[in-house]
């Protein structure tokens, strides 16, 4: 079993609509979890991140943890063509700056 | 915000000649800097932690001699790729945080390494 997986998609999302990104992770004491958007030739530039179980809302983003589940997710409201990139979910056994372990990816294309 | 810059961002070398790339954290100290690398679609690997003043911590798998750290000041840590093959072409990033409690990491642009 993979520490971090994603599905690798492509998922394809029609423009205003909310495209969900799903992350789940094997290490149930993990801590910090981070969202990462990047794009085809670039470095990820980070999106979110979340602590604690529930919600945390940002703009048209939301992250979603739920540590028993051991599953966190990314929603984007009101997709735009500019949201097309591969998303990556990435998880920190600390809530400190250690070394991150990251999924494979899913990549989002944004139909106008 | 928190910005890291990575140096050169493209790299064209010939077969077993070294390439060396800098990292610098431009309004921050880092005591900590990691390198990961990339392979065409696929997830960032982490190759070493960079230790400022001491010796780099590298996983499993990823050769000591042949992908050297060097972390001598709080803002700038190098990744020298010697002896370099085709094999070894990739994406490299690093990464370094603020390193206040819960900071997030931020990414250098990547350095797009080909080795002829």
């Known amino acids: 079993q993979k520490e971090v997986e994603q599905n690798s998609g492509p998922l394809s999302v029609p423009e205003g609509a909310i495209a969900s990104l799903n992350c789940t992770y094997s290490d149930r004491g993990s801590q910090s979890f981070f969202w990462y958007r990047q794009y085809s030739g670039k470095s990820p530039e980070l999106i979110m991140f979340?602590?604690?179980?529930g919600d945390k809302e940002d703009g048209r983003f939301t992250a979603q943890l739920n540590k028993a589940s051991q599953y966190v997710s990314l929603l984007i409201r009101d997709s735009q063509p500019s949201d097309s990139a591969t998303y990556l979910c990435a998880v920190n056994k600390t809530r400190g700056n250690e070394k991150l372990t990251f999924g494979t990816g899913t990549r989002l294309t944004i139909i106008p | 915000g928190a910005v890291v810059s990575q140096h050169p961002s493209r790299v064209i070398c010939k077969s077993g000649t070294s390439v060396k790339i800098e990292c610098r954290s431009l309004?921050?100290?880092?005591?900590?800097m990691f390198w990961y690398r990339q392979f065409p679609k696929q997830s960032l690997m982490l190759m070493a932690t960079?230790?400022?003043?001491?010796?780099?911590?590298?996983e499993q798998g990823v050769e000591k001699d042949k992908f050297l750290i060097n972390h001598a000041s709080l803002t700038l840590s190098t990744l020298t790729v010697t002896s370099a093959h085709p094999e070894d072409s990739s994406f490299y990033i690093c990464?370094?945080?603020?390193?206040?409690?819960?900071?997030?990491?931020?990414f250098g642009n990547g350095t797009r390494l080909t080795v002829t």
């Open positions: 979340i602590y604690s179980n």
């Open positions: 309004d921050f100290q880092a005591t900590t």
């Open positions: 990464s370094a945080s603020p390193g206040l409690t819960g900071s997030p990491l931020h």
């Open positions: 960079s230790n400022e003043g001491s010796k780099a911590t590298y």
